[in-house]
């Protein structure tokens, strides 16, 4: 349970000091080995990548502002896809 804390603290937060066994472990380092190879990012990448997005593009921060969206899987037909992008 601490190891998922102090994965999820570092992603999140740039200043965090990992001070559990997880540094000693190297569990942040495995975990990254683990997504790279799969290649995925999890729920922390990926509010880091739309946080930076919405940073950089405000008309993308105020269409996410306007929008109700949930994502439990990319989508994976073209009525997915157009569901997630309908206006």
Do not use: H
């Not at 937060?13 to 001070?19: A, F």
């Amino acid at each position: 349970m601490q190891a998922s804390k102090d994965i999820s603290n570092s992603k999140l937060l740039s200043n965090y000091d990992i001070t559990s066994c997880t540094q000693d472990s190297g569990i942040c380092d495995i975990y990254k080995k683990f997504l790279e190879d799969c290649n995925s990012i999890d729920t922390c990448d990926a509010y880091c990548v739309l946080k930076e997005g919405c940073e950089k593009n405000q008309d993308l921060k105020k269409q996410i502002a306007n929008q109700s969206v949930v994502l439990l899987d990319c989508p994976k037909t073209a009525v997915d896809v157009s569901k997630l992008y309908r206006q």
